[in-house]
């Protein structure tokens, strides 16, 4: 590839190349605070290439491949690159990343204890994530929770925070201009903004914790809190791993004690302020 970046991201590493220079400039300004692992053989490879030698040049259209990758994967338009290069890494990760048991899952960290948060898309807990993560909590990402196989611990994995539509006001109303990425306007979940993690949950992003707490959220319904039931929670949590099956015994096993020792809670919340003083007296009660 033409243009190139190399990222170390939590335990992982990534080489970027694309056809156009955009998208690698863009996260290049972004992540300018995190490892540079020159010279190092990255985890995985992604690239962003036309769909075909025109689309090059005539309205520049990126297929998202690398290490692994997904043939019927809609192309996507150049003005969307820095998107295209995320889900690239997630992709890879989704796809290869075989060292913990990947959760679908945000994840912040206080007092050296974890709190994971899962749920489908739509639920707010990215946004919750964020908010906490600029109220005196460490983000430990967004995207994926890092299961250790033998200890339990859960490892950061804090890449840009993906801001999607109402979620945007609300965390640029809390983070400096600075850390927020350009606008992307009409993706295919609508507009979407990335948020730089503050500087301790990159320089920390070496740093476990034991998990303490496990949260169900749901946005835009009155306040409530639920306990979930150990087979529930195992159920939902095998349906928001990506490797679950392929880690076999070594997977059953990780999520097995993390059910069995983790307290977990579905919580209804009608706004932010709402769902950040429930986490923090469910904290208080059960962490």
């Known amino acids: 590839m033409r243009h190139q970046l190399s990222l170390k991201i939590g335990p992982a590493s990534f080489r970027i190349g694309s056809a156009w220079r955009q998208p690698v400039e863009l996260l290049a300004a972004l992540y300018d605070d995190y490892p540079q692992v020159d010279g190092d053989v990255a985890d995985f490879t992604v690239r962003l290439e036309p769909t075909s030698l025109l689309r090059r040049w005539v309205r520049p259209s990126i297929f998202i491949t690398g290490d692994h990758g997904l043939a019927d994967a809609a192309p996507m338009s150049l003005a969307h690159g820095l998107l295209a290069a995320e889900m690239g890494m997630n992709l890879q990760m989704a796809l290869g990343w075989r060292r913990h048991l990947l959760l679908h899952a945000s994840s912040v960290e206080k007092d050296g204890r974890a709190l994971v948060m899962t749920g489908e898309s739509g639920s707010g807990k990215s946004t919750l994530a964020a908010q906490l993560g600029e109220r005196g909590w460490r983000l430990m990402g967004d995207e994926f929770a890092l299961l250790d196989l033998v200890s339990g611990a859960v490892f950061p994995f804090p890449r840009l925070v993906s801001l999607k539509n109402g979620a945007i006001r609300v965390i640029a109303a809390e983070a400096p201009d600075k850390r927020?990425?350009?606008?992307?306007g009409g993706t295919a979940k609508g507009d979407i903004r990335h948020l730089v993690p503050r500087a301790d949950a990159v320089g920390r992003m070496g740093e476990g914790a034991q998990p303490a707490l496990l949260l169900f959220p749901r946005f835009g319904h009155g306040a409530d809190v639920r306990p979930v039931g150990q087979g529930e929670v195992f159920m939902r949590l095998t349906?928001?791993?990506?490797?679950?099956?392929?880690?076999g015994?070594?997977?059953f096993g990780a999520l097995t004690r993390f059910v069995q020792g983790v307290p977990a809670r579905a919580i209804d919340f009608p706004s932010g302020d709402a769902?950040?003083?429930m986490v923090e007296?469910?904290?208080e009660e059960l962490a």
């Open 281 to 283: 007296r469910l904290w």
């Open 249 to 251: 015994e070594a997977g």
């Open 180 to 184: 927020m990425g350009p606008l992307l």
């Open 239 to 247: 349906q928001a791993s990506t490797n679950y099956v392929a880690l």
């Open 275 to 277: 769902a950040i003083a």
